[in-house]
């Protein structure tokens, strides 16, 4: 999963794989099958380990807008910094990657944007409930906007942007799906 996540699943090859796990190239072939069906399990796993429990923390988080906000921030922070800084996302960079036309890779890819939109749409309704949101704001296709807001993120952060700026773009999204008379009532 690192290497694909790291260097791309265009540029790692089987033998990186390989002196990478120790591995025979044969018991690779043998459990996996093939070079995309290891991508698409590497993309699987890191749906499940990485993506799923944010996605599920976000969809229970009742805050509403304050919750999409620290999403974004966790988000830029994780990608700008750390450990993973300027990898990207895994599944966002399969969205350009070969293989991305494998039945295998297409199902996790959209496994994981059903998710993400999932609960981007279960934080807009909180929300909403709050008060938080404009009149009239469509939550499914604003949930679906924060979607490629992330996505968007997650390539933006890979090629060095620097996080002042891309949370800039954040707020300035966050901030068309606001209610300014709630807003400025809340300050």
């Given at each position: ?19 990478a ?16 069906q ?29 919750a ?10 994780a ?45 807009l ?31 933006r ?31």
């Open positions: 999963m690192s290497l694909f996540w790291e260097h791309g699943a265009d540029t790692t090859g089987v033998a990186d794989v390989v002196k796990t120790g591995l025979s190239r044969s018991s690779l072939y043998a459990t996996f099958g093939g070079k995309g290891l991508y698409a399990a590497a993309l699987r796993r890191y749906l499940e380990r990485q993506s799923r429990p944010v996605f599920d923390a976000l969809a229970a988080d009742e805050r509403g807008m304050p999409i906000a620290g999403f974004f921030e966790r988000l830029v922070s990608r700008c910094t750390g450990e993973h800084a300027r990898w990207g996302c895994l599944v966002t960079n399969a969205h350009a990657a070969a293989g991305r036309e494998l039945p295998e890779v297409q199902h996790v890819l959209a496994a994981h944007h059903r998710a993400l939109r999932s609960a981007m749409r279960a934080a309704e909180a929300a909403r409930r709050h008060g938080h949101l404009r009149s009239g704001l469509d939550t499914e296709a604003s949930a679906e906007t924060l979607a490629l807001l992330a996505y968007a993120v997650n390539l952060s890979r090629s060095g942007a620097e996080a002042a700026e891309l949370l800039a773009g954040v707020r300035a999204v966050l901030d068309g799906f606001t209610d300014v008379t709630t807003t400025e009532e809340n300050r």
